[in-house]
């Protein structure tokens, strides 16, 4: 069955360090994006790509990057990890963008200390 | 800017109906999703709205007026099962899309 993976599904690391979360789909979607979830805040677009060479930036953007070499995979990377970012991340694809049904992966609880 | 606002909690008693308001203020709206999200889980997709109107899906519906940048989700029957947090979020752009989702609506179900 196709599905969406994210890994790894926690983590924890220090102020300061880089850290890349991946995100795999093997529904063949084009549409692939990052949200974080906080208490109070619901889910907010971090950031989002339609295709492979294109990433666009979100609401939440400062200190992340993402890169969209293939359908499949779009890896989030914090390059220098701070305690704001502690939080847990969602992985989401979809296929139509007239519809725009989003399909979430399981989430990644990330802690910076 | 943009703006959703949905009530924070909200209670209802088992077999009931409930429904579920989100008002939202955007440029370049395409159209009004909503998610649920079990405690610990992951958001799942449960209706889309472009068009004004109600969608029925089961015991779920969701409405949508674009004059008045508001729609509502719609629990009939409640079940217990339906304590969750529901999430609108709309799906807009000026040049390119981007769905902006709002803080989320708790509901309990009482038996």
């Known amino acids: 069955d196709a599905e969406i993976t994210q890994s790894p599904r926690h983590k924890i690391t220090e102020t300061g360090r880089q850290v890349t979360l991946a995100c795999h789909q093997t529904w063949n979607h084009n549409n692939m994006f990052w949200y974080r979830q906080d208490l109070g805040h619901g889910l907010r677009l971090i950031h989002y790509s339609y295709g492979v060479q294109d990433t666009n930036k979100g609401e939440v953007s400062d200190g992340y990057s993402v890169s969209r070499s293939n359908t499949e995979d779009l890896p989030l990377t914090l390059e220098s990890a701070a305690s704001s970012q502690t939080s847990v991340y969602f992985c989401?694809?979809?296929?139509?963008?007239?519809?725009?049904?989003?399909?979430f992966g399981p989430g990644t609880r990330l802690t910076v200390l | 800017g943009q703006s959703l606002e949905q009530p924070s909690e909200v209670t209802a008693v088992e077999g009931a109906i409930v429904q579920i308001n989100c008002t939202y203020q955007t440029s370049g709206f395409y159209g009004l999703s909503w998610y649920q999200q079990h405690d610990g889980g992951a958001p799942t997709f449960l209706s889309y709205n472009a068009l004004d109107g109600l969608e029925e899906t089961g015991r779920f519906s969701s409405f949508l007026s674009r004059s008045d940048s508001y729609g509502y989700l719609l629990l009939q029957e409640l079940q217990m099962k339906d304590s969750a947090s529901y999430f609108c979020a709309v799906r807009e752009g000026t040049g390119g899309f981007k769905t902006i989702f709002g803080a989320g609506t708790r509901l309990f179900v009482k038996a």
């Open positions: 989401a694809s979809s296929h139509d963008r007239t519809t725009d049904t989003q399909y």
